[in-house]
């Protein structure tokens, strides 16, 4: 399908905001003090429009391809009608913790929310060695009332088929499929890596209960319609401001352009992911205390998830069948899965396309050793999630393993 409509740019933003009525009351278009291009993901385009009083919008617009590759890998900008329903949808049932939608343009495929200029991406906070409180819980209780407040625990039976089949996603879920659980493992040439991490690529390809494991995860990823998931939950998806004497901390998910009726452990998996991605980096720049805090964070992730799962779960839909002590069976299945998806979201992020800044931006000796640890975390948490599922294991075996190759 040709999709033929005008990309916004920083020339013409303005000019934008002031045709949509609902956009233009909300800063003083006669007095912009910044317009600023900050796309700095794999996909879209992101402006920041800011008046002189300090008040701003972001216009989030999805572009037919792409932005990584360009042209040549055409992507439907439909994703942009995903982003915005599902932040409708959590904003509704997680207040607080994602960023207000003021419009969404159905014809150019532009999101128009909340500035959030305030706020940290939590990768880049991370990388700067920042540690900010309170955040696993709070994007825990988010990804538990989503799980909640999607699935057929929280809304009636033939409303969730209706939005399983509104939020089909193909396009973004095949990018997913593709780069987290199949190249990885059968390149087709957009792999990558150091030549000295060569071997280590070779050896998670090659390392077959791995791969059985990762064929599970993918099944599920492809079959599991529980919830409508975020879908790209790791740390660059979310934002951070800590507290101050007038405010307390702020976490918000952004970006759910990937968000699909899925399985609700591939959102936590990507959180465990990226904190020992996280922890890699720590360790490599010499601060294993700021390793182990990273690794700290899967536990109170699991635990307000697991809390704000069955704090709701007596308000259940089919209680006849849906007993008291279901709630627990179910989050037990999702504790396992979340060390299968974690396994699949770190070695992704370490072969595949799309990596991340907390390692590519290492020092040469170091990275090498990061990847390692990563990839060699991965092969852990897929093997090591049918010995003890706890959270608090996951953190300790990572560091471990992470430990045990870093570079000297
Ligand atoms: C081609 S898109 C590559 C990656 O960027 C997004 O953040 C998703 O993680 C996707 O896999
Ligand atoms: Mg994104």
Same mark, same amino acid.
């Given at each position: 399908?040709?999709? $033929? ?58 572009? *037919? ?33 994602? *960023? ?6 159905? $014809? ?6 909340? $500035? ?5 991406? @939590? ?60 190249? *990885? ?33 993918? @099944? ?23 507290? $101050? ?26 959180? @465990? ?40 779960? *007596? ?23 979340? @060390? ?69």
């Amino acid at each position: 399908m040709a999709h $033929d409509y005008e990309h916004l740019r920083t020339d013409t933003v303005v000019g934008y905001l002031a045709s949509v009525p609902a956009l233009a009351e909300r800063l003083d278009l006669t007095d912009v003090a910044t317009i600023e291009e900050v796309g700095d993901g794999n996909l879209n385009l992101v402006f920041i429009i800011e008046d002189r009083a300090g008040r701003g919008v972001v216009l989030k617009q999805a572009l *037919p391809y792409v932005r990584l590759v360009g042209p040549d890998w055409p992507m439907t900008p439909e994703r942009a009608r995903h982003e915005h329903e599902a932040l409708r949808t959590y904003g509704a049932l997680a207040p607080g913790l994602v *960023p207000d939608v003021f419009a969404y343009d159905a $014809d150019r495929y532009i999101v128009a929310m909340e $500035d959030l200029s305030d706020h940290r991406v @939590w990768r880049a906070a991370l990388n700067d060695g920042e540690r900010h409180d309170g955040v696993a819980e709070a994007i825990g209780g988010f990804v538990a009332a989503v799980a909640f407040g999607t699935s057929v625990f929280g809304i009636d039976a033939e409303d969730h088929k209706a939005a399983v089949g509104r939020a089909l996603n193909p396009q973004l879920c095949r990018i997913t499929e593709d780069l987290v659980f199949t190249e *990885p493992y059968a390149d087709i040439g957009r792999n990558s890596v150091d030549p000295d991490n060569e071997e280590d690529a070779v050896a998670l390809a090659g390392d077959s209960a791995m791969v059985a494991e990762i064929g599970l995860a993918k @099944w599920k990823f492809m079959t599991a319609a529980e919830a409508l998931i975020h879908g790209d939950l790791h740390t660059g998806s979310v934002m951070v401001r800590d507290s $101050d004497a007038t405010r307390p901390v702020s976490v918000k998910a952004i970006d759910p352009e990937f968000s699909f009726y899925g399985p609700v452990a591939f959102d936590l998996g990507a959180l @465990w992911a990226n904190y020992v991605i996280a922890a890699a980096r720590a360790l490599a720049l010499g601060e294993p205390d700021r390793a182990q805090w990273c690794l700290e964070q899967a536990p109170p992730t699991w635990s307000a998830f697991e809390k704000g799962f069955l704090e709701r779960w *007596p308000g259940r839909r089919s209680p006849e069948v849906f007993s008291d002590d279901m709630g627990a069976a179910v989050v037990n299945g999702w504790l396992g899965d979340t @060390w299968l998806f974690a396994a699949a979201k770190m070695a992704r992020r370490i072969v595949g396309l799309a990596k991340t800044t907390d390692i590519e931006t290492l020092p040469g000796p170091q990275k090498i050793g990061a990847a390692r640890g990563v990839l060699h975390a991965a092969r852990m948490a897929a093997t090591e999630r049918h010995a003890g599922r706890s959270p608090s294991r996951f953190g300790e075996l990572a560091l471990e393993t992470l430990r045990g190759v870093a570079t000297p």
